[in-house]
């Protein structure tokens, strides 16, 4: 990877100057091919650790690994030129000490170039946020519904329908900023509350599932795209690849079994005339 790549990208100081500007575009992605075609449309792409459910089919995201977010992310690196690209830290690689998240976070940027890692938590991971913006590693936060605390919480639910929620939340919210963060995910979060914080805190607000009143959003690609049989509630599907893809490929199996080899004729007749 050359220097030219690295500088050609957006940068961690131009999204977080992008603070109550013009709306934030943000995409997971999670392979080459989609991060070429993203690449010129979007502002961000995230590494998610979503890719564990979305790409691997597992229950939820605990069980991701670092060295398959490095995987992933090195794919997208490969893919893309132009859009900050930013690594999701997984369950158990950055909770436990500012070390261990440092350790992690500079291996995860050195093997995939990427610029930025987000890490999930609110007031409780402020030290390490610090510590990791002190030493070169910009952060991306994530408060309300963090996904790698479903066990705790038994499940996903929208944050801050109620109000008496509202206190933590905006600490967290608060907390986060002053660390460091150049951004912060709001997850599956009321509107008022979305609204209350993105109001009050100096760094951009990256929604999802938590209202236009942010200062960017957030989609699951494939969630977007119509490859969810289940999607979440708040997600606009702008295309249906999935029913689309279904289509194809019984198509392609008529073929096959029909012996038809459409747009394979001529190469065949070219091997045999020249035997
Ligand atoms: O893992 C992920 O894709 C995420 C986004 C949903 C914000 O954390």
């Known amino acids: 990877m050359s220097v030219h790549d690295q500088t050609a990208r957006i940068t961690v100081p131009q999204i977080r100057a992008r603070k109550g500007g013009t709306p934030i575009v943000c995409l997971t992605c999670y392979h080459a091919h989609t991060a070429r075609l993203l690449d010129n449309h979007v502002d961000v792409m995230l590494v998610g650790d979503s890719l564990g459910m979305v790409m691997h089919g597992m229950e939820t995201t605990l069980g991701v690994s670092l060295e398959l977010m490095i995987l992933h992310c090195q794919a997208v ?25 440092f350790r992690n976070g500079a291996r995860a940027m050195k093997e995939t170039g990427c610029t930025a890692l987000k890490i999930e938590g609110g007031a409780r991971m402020a030290s390490t946020i610090h510590y990791l913006t002190e030493r070169g590693i910009p952060v991306m936060a994530h408060i309300g519904l963090t996904p ?15 109000a008496s ?14 660390a460091g963060a150049f951004a912060v995910v709001l997850e ?17 607000t990256i929604g999802i599932g938590a209202s236009p009143q942010c200062d960017g959003q957030i989609l699951v690609m494939e ?45 065949y007749a070219m091997r045999k005339q020249s035997k």
């Open 148 to 162: 790698q605390m479903v066990q705790v919480m038994g499940g996903f639910r929208t944050t801050g329908r109620d």
């Open 77 to 101: 690196m490969r893919g893309s030129r132009r859009a900050l690209v930013v690594l999701d830290m997984p369950f158990g690689s950055y909770e436990e000490s500012a070390e261990i998240a």
């Open 165 to 178: 929620e509202w206190p933590a939340l905006e600490a967290d919210a608060a907390a986060v900023a002053e």
């Open 223 to 267: 969630d977007m795209l119509g490859l969810n049989p289940h999607p979440p509630r708040f997600v606009r599907e702008y295309a249906h690849l999935g029913p689309a893809i279904e289509a194809a490929v019984v198509k392609y199996a008529d073929d096959v079994r029909n012996r038809r080899f459409p747009g394979q004729e001529n190469v």
């Open 188 to 204: 599956g979060m009321a509107e008022p509350l979305a609204a209350k914080i993105t109001a009050r805190i100096a760094i951009p």
